[in-house]
């Protein structure tokens, strides 16, 4: 499949990545083209479509890359690529392709954290979010607490804000600048990418009952060294020959 540009120009230099590894997250709004906009739409619609339908023996909502052509010749497109190695530096392994759509109605997800490497900061594991075409803070909304990734902690779980303050924030200061943890509502305009470590606390808003679908894609990568508990790749498509996957699919 030709790879036309997916991103308009962007920074992510020195002081881009310092927010990143202190907040924890890192947006940049509106930076998909409208081509890419428009094929993920359709490629998103596509398995959400398909993981309503399916009676196969795994999801294709969580193996999505997997399942469409275009969704998978993103995985090495070398903007992509060049993104997550701005993160993580020049080893990298590709790790899990996840769809994250919620028609109107969809009822969120509550707090929590995912876990890599959790004794080793040396290995980094980052999630980029491909929000099509965006979300308001109370409309699908995705939000954070900045610092919380810096505790390593993946058993974060909570089903409200208040629970999350009141069982895992309380008493938490920013371990680099002191300051207490505090939740923040994120909002999106279309077309906007974000970057997040494994180990931030991060939860999702309801979608509105009369809103439309909030098409998102989440493609993560990682340093090799540890096993991934997210590494959602079937066997065939680990040794599928993707072309500029080489090296991109094996496990470390």
Known sequence: MPQGPIFHAYTFGEQERKTLDSDGHFVLPGVLTSEAQENLTRSLSYILELSRTSKEGHEPNRFSAEYDSYLESLIAHPQMLELARKVLGEDIRYDHCVSLNRPGGNRGIGWHSHGYSDDDPRLGFVRIFFYVNGFDPDDGGLKAVPGSHLYRDA??????????????????????????????????????????????????????????????????????????????????????????????????
């Open 155 to 252: 058993r974060i779980h909570a089903a409200s804000d208040a629970t999350l303050q009141e069982n895992w924030l309380e008493g938490k200061t920013h371990p680099e600048t002191g300051e207490p943890l505090e939740i923040e509502a994120l909002s999106a305009p279309p077309g906007t990418v974000a970057l997040m470590w494994t180990h931030a606390a991060h939860a999702v808003s309801p979608r509105k009952e009369d809103s439309n679908t909030r098409w998102c894609v989440v493609y993560a990568y990682r340093n090799p060294g540890k096993p991934s508990g997210a590494r959602w790749i079937t066997p065939e498509f680990e040794q599928k020959p993707i072309p500029g996957a080489e090296g991109l699919m094996s496990l470390y």
